[in-house]
């Protein structure tokens, strides 16, 4: 949400008691459905909703024509800036929070990453932004995942899967997308290369040590992987992931 129109009902109310108004942010004006026309001496009230400094400059658009009008919408000012002020941050508030609830429901919760859902919609993005664009996609799994459940129990299974994860993050590049797809199965798309530039580097993660403790003790796992090149092998990104099985 972006703040002008968190104020767009004041201004739109503004309006329709006929007062001229500007609003502004580091004296530049935002929108041209603010009004621009010149104001003559304006009341000026300052705000701040977070980093930002805005501006708002109200006149009666049938001027001043006392002292006693002047005061009154002068402390009438004051007021709606407060007003403002309070709804803005309010509405600033809810929006980060649901910015936060959408990133929560695209990560999984154990290990951080993008769960299913979260990576298909990037994934998607990510394509369908770039078509022409080269990118490998890569399906990995923990190796005899259920005998660890088994030997160690489901806590210390959740262990390796965190060790993976955060393995994941420290090798592949910021822009990789990470994803755990479901159980110890990871999904992972690496945008902008060539199956013949990461062939080297997916073997060699596949050697990186893994590992988890438990009572004391290290203890190695080890994954497999397929991976699939767009688009040479599949144009569709569900296809894709398909072929890197």
Same mark, same amino acid.
């Given at each position: 949400?972006?703040?002008?129109?968190?104020?767009?009902?004041?201004?739109?109310?503004?309006?329709?008691?006929?007062?001229?108004?500007?609003?502004?942010?580091?004296?530049?004006?935002?929108?041209?459905?603010?009004?621009?026309?010149?104001?003559?001496?304006?009341?000026?009230?300052?705000?701040?909703?977070?980093?930002?400094?805005?501006?708002?400059?109200?006149? *009666?658009?049938?001027?001043?024509?006392?002292?006693?009008?002047?005061?009154?919408? $002068?402390? !009438?000012?004051?007021?709606?800036?407060?007003?403002?002020?309070?709804?803005?941050?309010?509405?600033?508030?809810?929006?980060?929070?649901?910015?936060?609830?959408?990133?929560?429901?695209?990560?999984?919760?154990?290990?951080?990453?993008?769960?299913?859902? !979260?990576?298909?919609?990037?994934?998607?993005?990510?394509? @369908?932004?770039?078509?022409?664009?080269?990118?490998?996609?890569?399906?990995?799994?923990?190796?005899? $995942?259920?005998?660890?459940?088994?030997?160690?129990?489901?806590?210390?299974?959740?262990?390796?899967?965190? @060790?993976?994860?955060? %393995?994941?993050?420290?090798? $592949?590049?910021?822009?990789?997308?990470?994803?755990? %797809?479901? !159980?110890?199965?990871? /999904?992972?798309?690496?945008? %902008? /290369?060539?199956?013949?530039?990461?062939?080297? @580097?997916?073997?060699?993660?596949?050697?990186?040590?893994?590992?988890? *403790?438990?009572?004391?003790?290290?203890?190695? $796992?080890?994954?497999?992987? !397929?991976?699939?090149?767009?688009?040479?092998?599949?144009?569709?990104? @569900?296809?894709?992931?398909?072929?890197?099985?």
């Amino acid at each position: 949400m972006r703040v002008p129109e968190i104020f767009e009902d004041s201004t739109n109310a503004l309006s329709k008691f006929k007062y001229n108004y500007r609003l502004s942010r580091e004296a530049s004006v935002l929108d041209k459905k603010y009004v621009e026309d010149k104001l003559i001496r304006p009341v000026t009230y300052n705000l701040t909703v977070g980093k930002e400094k805005w501006k708002l400059e109200i006149m *009666s658009r049938a001027g001043w024509s006392n002292s006693t009008t002047l005061y009154l919408i $002068f402390f !009438g000012g004051q007021s709606l800036v407060l007003l403002l002020t309070g709804l803005t941050i309010v509405l600033f508030l809810m929006d980060e929070r649901r910015v936060e609830l959408k990133e929560l429901a695209n990560k999984d919760g154990l290990t951080k990453l993008y769960n299913r859902y !979260g990576f298909d919609e990037m994934a998607e993005k990510m394509i @369908s932004k770039n078509p022409k664009e080269h990118c490998v996609a890569v399906l990995l799994d923990v190796d005899d $995942f259920k005998l660890i459940n088994d030997m160690y129990g489901h806590a210390y299974g959740d262990k390796v899967l965190i @060790s993976l994860a955060e %393995n994941m993050q420290k090798f $592949f590049p910021s822009s990789a997308l990470l994803c755990r %797809n479901e !159980g110890d199965e990871f /999904c992972i798309l690496l945008p %902008n /290369c060539t199956m013949e530039e990461m062939k080297e @580097s997916l073997i060699e993660f596949t050697k990186t040590p893994k590992t988890f *403790s438990y009572k004391g003790q290290t203890y190695s $796992f080890c994954i497999s992987l !397929g991976y699939a090149k767009y688009p040479n092998n599949a144009i569709e990104r @569900s296809l894709l992931m398909r072929c890197a099985m």
